[in-house]
Every structure is written in C-alpha cells, then in structure tokens.
C-alpha cells in the first residue's frame, strides 16, 4: 500500500501525517509506504514549519528532513490511498482527476476515524494549533490501519 497526506503547504498538517503514518506502519510491521505532498506549492523545497518539526518530536518522531513539494498529476495514479487533511485539499485533488475512477483513491484522513462526519485536521499554520492537529492525525492514522490491515 503506498499512502500520500496531502495539506495545503506540505510544511505543517501533511508532514506530521507522513510522520505519524510512518511510525504506525513500522508499529504493525507493514511493508507499506508514505509520501506527503502540497496542493499549493508555496513552499516547495522547504523543510517543515519549526513548530510542526516540535511537536512531532515531542510525540517522538522526526520530521526534519521531509521537504514540501507540490502534488503532481502522476500522484493520482502512483498512490493506492490519497488522504487530504481538509475539506478543501479534497475538493482541489478531486478537481485534479481527470478521470472519475481515480476519486475512488482519495479521501478525507478523519473519515478514517469518524465516517461520514466531515471532521477536518484545521490548518495549525496562524493559530498555532499544532497539538490539536497532531492528536487528530493519530486518530486518522489508528483508523487507516483498522480499515486496511487484515490480522
Ligand atoms: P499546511 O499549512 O497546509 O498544514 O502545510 C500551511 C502552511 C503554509 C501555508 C498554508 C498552510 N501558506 O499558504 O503559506
């Protein structure tokens, strides 16, 4: 299974979902893999937001040396499961199907631990809310694993 977080930037939400997802697959010794990417590219090249890179340390995972790069076309094929932190990332990979087999790969990360409730991982770059985010990603992360690891 290759998994790709998707966030706005790819500095903050979307780089501690790879994170979290990483260290969760290597809890279930799962030969999955994980990438992140951005949908806007703003910050292409640059390493994680310093208080993402914290609070992921804080929860004992490095982070420091993903890089942000903006999601491309090829993503949409290459990656069996898409998971977009909000609402809108959603809406902006949807938009880059152009095929309509391609939606069935891509979905909201909280549907993973609360179906069909819309639940959002909210965007911690101006409120600082980075805990918060964190603890939501946990939750999403627990929940592919449910839906997709067969024991
Ligand atoms: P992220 O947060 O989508 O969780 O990486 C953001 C980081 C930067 C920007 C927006 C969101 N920005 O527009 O600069």
């Keep these: 299974m290759k998994i790709l977080m998707v966030c706005l930037g790819n500095i903050c939400r979307s780089p501690m979902a790879q994170g979290v997802m990483e260290r969760?697959?290597?809890?279930?010794?799962?030969?999955?893999?994980?990438?992140?990417?951005?949908?806007n590219g703003y910050h292409d090249?640059?390493?994680p937001d310093p208080r993402a890179v914290r609070e992921a340390r804080r929860?004992?995972?490095?982070?420091?040396?993903?890089?942000?790069r903006k999601i491309r076309q090829?993503?949409?094929e290459a990656f069996d499961l898409i998971l977009a932190m909000d609402r809108q990332n959603?809406?902006?990979?949807?938009?880059?199907?152009?095929?309509?087999?391609?939606?069935?790969r891509i979905h909201l990360l909280m549907d993973?631990?609360?179906?069909?409730?819309?639940?959002?991982?909210p965007d911690p770059y101006y409120d600082d809310r980075f805990a918060e985010a964190l603890q939501l990603i946990q939750e999403g992360?627990?929940?592919?694993?449910?839906?997709?690891?067969?024991?």
């Design 24 to 39: 969760t697959i290597a809890e279930h010794a799962l030969d999955w893999t994980v990438d992140s990417a951005g949908t």
């Design 45 to 47: 090249g640059e390493g």
């Design 59 to 68: 929860h004992g995972i490095d982070i420091s040396r993903q890089r942000s």
């Design 74 to 76: 090829s993503d949409l």
């Design 90 to 104: 959603l809406l902006n990979l949807h938009a880059m199907c152009h095929h309509p087999s391609l939606k069935s």
């Design 112 to 121: 993973y631990a609360y179906p069909d409730q819309q639940v959002q991982v």
């Design 141 to 151: 992360c627990q929940g592919v694993i449910r839906a997709h690891h067969r024991t």
